[in-house]
């Protein structure tokens, strides 16, 4: 167990990309922490410098109280599971997992048991004399967790572990993934590009864009306060629509239509409005033309037009729709976003209009 | 299920006929007398000398200094096929680690130049080589037969292409692991290089197996003798009116059929265990 801090870490790899630019996190112990951003925003390179399989170009990583910039992967007490597991094929699932602590000198009886500890949690007594090859898809993930898991380390990393599975694999792994973690109560930094992923696991979020820390915080709180624009569209699901708008005598204005009050000085701003905050009214202040309907059983959601900009709205009716509709909007489910930069305008906390189930 | 043709069949047996015939001609002829070969040419059927001719092949002693029995040779050509086989993977099993894993400046660039130099057949390189060995004093041993040789681009070139096949995370798998480069390359690469190593064995064994013209050159003492030389040496006895020893030579063409053969059964099956079985 320890902790793991990042100061002004940044990787600039030969050639000149600046891949990482000055992320600095403190990661507690015992705490659970997603790395989340597109593809090719530098999630791996951030965790690959961690786990030491990538030299860090700028700042310091300690992990406890040990800076370990130079150290080899294999002295840095951490353990890490691959997006394609990387198991020995050549090797049973017990000599898997057995392997790290053999090459530690681990006394064999303490690797039995430490292995035979972890098949039990991990459901893998049966397999233990098998091969990879001969697994399906979540059981060699189980294999490449159990290998971590008996290492009994300082830190998890995690890069990308579950997107090999299927849909429905990946979301009861999910949750063994998270009984495990609160259970062992090991440091976790997890890199993932689905957000829903992300949001349902970690304990804190951080969000990256081409390299930079967008946005760090728990799950529900970059979901209902979403540092930019960025972090607003790339969060949730279905993304927040993001609206050209303006501020004017106190009110912000799409097109010709007031929406709600405002605070913030006028002049143009990217108004952002999620799914679940608007509502269908027939007094509502913003007109729309439906588009099209995803029907997801409990809910639909419906796509179409304000002012000629795309927009997404949530609701649980199942009525035929006319084509044109208009929307209320909760004058605190306001997100407002500088033009220029992105970054959020407003300080006062836009309050939900329903928790998160 | 396909259906079965004739014609498919036609062709089949063509070319095992083709291919067969040969063999069978010769291990036929070897059991007739050289007289009766001399006489009445090459022979379909089993003749009655076979055990006498096999016998004498094998333990007669023969050659300049009468120490030369059908034995020795086989087992100077075995030793000439086993160490082939066995230097040559160890050899460029190392060099392909070094090209793949260990990132030196110019790597690729050496292995090209490593790979052409040695495109060049032993023919081209002979002269040197047998220069090199004769000054240090390895005319007429096992190392001068085997080590010059020994360098193989072909079986570099395989082993790179495979490690580079080998995904990279099973090295930072390895890394994370605390297995040093050493243990990396003999608890990973090693195991899963079986199918490769079998492929190259048959390959390399035969190509040992069957060296003609370097033996010649470097050895002068008869108790290098291999198989290959044995055979012609045989066919050269053609003084005054004396029949060759026909029989013997197709014997001991026989009996150097049988390692090769053996060898390649063997390791065929651990390859295609391999090929079924690996998926790295
Ligand atoms: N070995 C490398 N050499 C040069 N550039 C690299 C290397 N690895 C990754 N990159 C670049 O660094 C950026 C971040 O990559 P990566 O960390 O793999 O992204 P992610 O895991 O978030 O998809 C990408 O633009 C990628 O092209
Ligand atoms: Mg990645």
């Known amino acids: ?357 | 299920m396909q259906r079965v043709k004739p014609l498919d069949h036609l062709v089949l047996i063509l070319g095992a006929l083709f291919m067969g015939l040969p063999v069978i001609v010769a291990l036929m002829s070897s059991t007739h007398s050289a007289v009766e070969i001399h006489s009445n040419g090459l022979y379909l059927t089993p003749g009655g000398d076979g055990g006498q001719t096999y016998e004498k092949v094998l333990t007669a002693r023969g050659g300049f200094t009468g120490d030369v029995t059908g034995l020795l040779m086989l087992g100077n050509s075995l030793i000439m096929g086993l160490g082939f086989a066995v230097g040559k993977i160890v050899l460029s099993m190392t060099a392909a680690y070094a090209l793949v894993y260990f990132r030196f400046r110019f790597a690729t660039i050496l292995f090209w130049a490593i790979f052409t130099t040695l495109l060049l057949p032993l023919e081209v390189r002979i002269m040197p080589s047998y220069q090199v060995m004769a000054t240090l004093g390895l005319l007429n041993s096992y190392t001068g037969l085997i080590v010059p040789l020994l360098a193989s681009a072909t079986g570099t070139f395989f082993f790179r292409q495979f490690f580079k096949s080998v995904p990279d995370e099973l090295l930072e798998a390895a890394r994370i692991d605390g297995a040093g480069p050493w243990k990396f390359f003999i608890d990973v690469l090693v195991p899963l290089s079986k199918t490769m190593m079998a492929a190259i064995f048959i390959i390399m064994f035969i190509y040992g197996w069957n060296q003609y013209l370097w033996p010649l050159i470097m050895t002068t003492d008869e108790s290098f003798y291999t198989l290959m030389r044995g055979i012609k040496s045989i066919l050269q006895v053609w003084v005054g009116s004396q029949i060759p020893d026909y029989n013997e030579a197709f014997a001991l063409a026989v009996l150097a059929m049988i390692p090769p053969v053996i060898v390649v059964v063997v390791f065929q099956r651990m390859f295609i265990k391999g090929l079924t079985e690996s998926d790295k």
Request: glycine fraction near 8%.
């Open chain 1, 1 to 357: 167990m320890a902790t793991v801090t990042l100061s002004a870490v940044g990787k600039t790899y030969a050639g000149g990309v600046d891949a990482v630019r000055d992320v600095n996190v403190d990661i507690k112990d015992g705490e659970f922490v997603v790395l989340v951003g597109p593809s090719g925003c530098g999630k791996s390179t951030l965790l690959r410098m961690v786990a030491g399989l990538e030299t860090v170009t700028h700042g310091e990583i300690r992990i406890g109280d040990r800076v370990v910039n130079t150290l080899d992967p294999a002295d840095r007490d951490i353990a890490m599971v691959f997006q394609n597991y990387a198991l020995y094929p050549h090797m049973s699932v017990r000599d898997n997992m057995a392997y790290g602590l053999k090459n530690r000198r681990t006394p064999k009886d303490e690797i039995t048991r430490r292995v035979d500890e972890a098949a039990r949690m991990l459901e893998l007594a049966p397999y233990l004399d098998r091969k990879p090859r001969a697994l399906s898809g979540g059981q060699r993930q189980r294999v490449a967790m159990g290998r971590a898991i008996v290492r009994q380390p300082s830190a998890f990393l995690f890069d990308e572990p579950l997107s090999n599975l299927d849909a429905k694999l990946r979301v009861s792994m999910r949750g063994e993934i998270r009984r495990l973690q609160k259970r062992l109560g090991t440091t976790s930094l997890y890199v993932t590009h689905d957000q829903l992923e992300a949001m349902t696991l970690a304990d804190r979020l951080i969000v990256l864009r081409d390299g930079a820390v967008e946005q760090i915080g728990a799950p529900l709180d970059v979901y209902r306060r979403p540092a930019s624009s960025f972090v607003a569209a790339f969060i949730g699901s279905p993304a927040m629509s993001l609206l050209d708008a303006r501020v004017a005598d106190g009110r912000v204005w799409v097109g010709e239509h007031a929406v709600a009050p405002a605070t913030v000085p006028a002049g143009e701003v990217t108004l952002g409005l999620r799914a679940e905050d608007l509502r269908i009214a027939a007094d509502g202040a913003l007109p729309m033309r439906v588009d099209y309907v995803e029907e997801l059983g409990a809910q639909r959601i419906i796509h179409g037009f304000v002012e000629g900009q795309q927009i997404a709205v949530t609701e649980t009716g199942a009525d035929s729709l006319p084509s044109d509709l208009r929307l209320a909007v909760d004058p605190g489910a306001l997100h407002l976003f500088d033009v220029a930069t992105g970054r959020r305008m407003d300080e006062a906390a836009a309050q939900p209009a329903r928790e998160l189930a």
